[in-house]
């Protein structure tokens, strides 16, 4: 069974630029959260998506956008990259949304602004 | 608003020795609680987790977590340290009302001497 995939692994932007990720979660799973990892922070949680549908949304600006596809398949965008938005962004994955469930991890993908 | 607190940012123990890692949460309401390990470069993995039930946990590679309540307490432990476990642990508790968000520890990286 194939895990929690997202792309790129790596990414370099320059500061002012816009970024797309995604993420690809496990077969049948509907529930696609995602986190933002930095030393200084630790991991935050930025937002949960289930159907389609944010069900839940962190404290994070207006310039972190989400969204999730029919097949479950989500995508995260920033735009106004800020040298304070490098960091690992991890997605996880789950079967169902606030059953304790427990999230399956990506690897996810390193952004760096320059 | 929830809270995770990991005692030691930073636990060294010898090889074959008990591992204990504390994690404390705040709550007025039993969370669902997780325990996860990171590897270098790699995303989150899931150790155990609790929802409801059995207090004592137990999760992979030989780990255990108890559940207490009255000290608002999950903590990790390991009967005896192996060099493969050497990585960073995070606590993490999904509140109730807040499906799909883990609110994470600032995490605990362990280290095993030989």
């Known amino acids: 069974k194939a895990g929690v995939t997202q792309t790129p692994r790596y990414l370099i932007k320059t500061r002012g630029q816009q970024v797309t990720l995604s993420c690809s979660p496990i077969s049948g799973h509907r529930s696609v959260s995602w986190y933002q990892q930095t030393p200084g922070q630790g991991l935050q949680f930025l937002f949960e998506?289930?159907?389609?549908?944010?069900?839940n949304k962190g404290n994070f600006p207006g310039r972190f956008s989400g969204r999730q596809f029919s097949n479950s398949r989500s995508e995260m965008n920033v735009s106004t990259l800020e040298l304070g938005d490098s960091a690992l962004y991890l997605c996880a994955s789950s079967s169902n949304s606030g059953t304790g469930n427990g999230y399956t991890f990506g690897s996810g993908t390193r952004l760096t602004v320059v | 608003a929830q809270s995770v607190t990991q005692l030691g940012s930073h636990v060294s123990v010898s090889e074959g020795a008990l591992v204990l890692l504390r994690c404390n949460y705040s709550?007025?309401?039993?969370?669902?609680l997780f325990w996860y390990v990171q590897y270098p470069n790699q995303g989150l993995q899931l150790l155990l987790k609790y929802t409801t039930g059995a207090t004592l946990v137990k999760g992979i590679n030989g780990f255990e977590a108890e559940f207490k309540k009255s000290e608002t307490s999950f903590h990790l432990t390991k009967p005896s340290a192996h060099m493969s476990d050497a990585a960073e642990y995070f606590c993490?508790?999904?509140?109730?009302?807040?499906?799909?968000?883990?609110?994470f520890g600032q995490g605990t990286e362990l280290s095993v001497k030989p």
């Open positions: 709550s007025s309401v039993p969370p669902y």
């Open positions: 993490a508790v999904t509140p109730y009302n807040q499906g799909g968000k883990l609110i």
């Open positions: 998506y289930f159907s389609e549908t944010q069900r």
